[in-house]
């Protein structure tokens, strides 16, 4: 399968504005960090927190928004294997893809007793809370996952790895 890449060259600075003018079906999902504030990956309900963005990426099945700052103006990328979108982006290259899972987090803790999203005793800088409930499982075989896809060049070098889902796995 082919995945590209696209830059965004037009004036809407606004991250979920131009999330929602692409008008993709199903569930999204997002994660980001800011100088002050870290956010895990979590379904997408309503607004995003109010934050000078170094990292945003906002996701689903068909495609990744991702916004980066580093020291300037923000670059607002779009990575997809199947949407073609407006003339406001600006193809960045074309890559072959597979599709990959990640490990994010296995079974809740004993502690927790009963089914749960937060899925780890710890705290800081936030608690692991993917907004995927599990119940502690007696072999511990439940995890979390991240559905991805790798964005490889010709050379077979990873070069993008998108998210696609946030789901459970039995392992």
């Not at 870290?38 to 309503?46: A, F, H, K, Q, V």
């Not at 009963?114 to 599990?134: K, R």
């Amino acid at each position: 399968m082919q995945g590209r890449v696209y830059r965004y060259t037009g004036a809407e600075m606004n991250p979920l504005a131009l999330w929602r003018s692409l008008n993709l079906a199903g569930e999204a999902w997002w994660y980001g960090w800011s100088e002050t504030a870290m956010y895990l990956p979590n379904r997408l309900e309503g607004d995003l927190p109010d934050a000078d963005w170094e990292r945003l990426s906002l996701f689903c099945e068909q495609a990744e928004l991702r916004l980066l700052a580093r020291g300037g103006k923000p670059v607002v990328l779009l990575l997809t294997e199947s949407l073609t979108p407006s003339d406001e982006w600006r193809s960045c290259g074309e890559y072959e893809t597979r599709e990959e899972t990640r490990l994010l987090l296995g079974d809740p803790p004993k502690s927790a007793g009963s089914e749960t999203t937060a899925l780890a005793d710890v705290a800081y800088p936030s608690a692991f809370d993917y907004g995927v409930s599990l119940a502690p499982s007696r072999e511990a075989t439940r995890k979390v996952v991240a559905r991805t896809r790798g964005y490889y060049d010709s050379l077979k070098r990873l070069c993008y790895s998108r998210y696609a889902n946030i789901d459970t796995e039995e392992f």
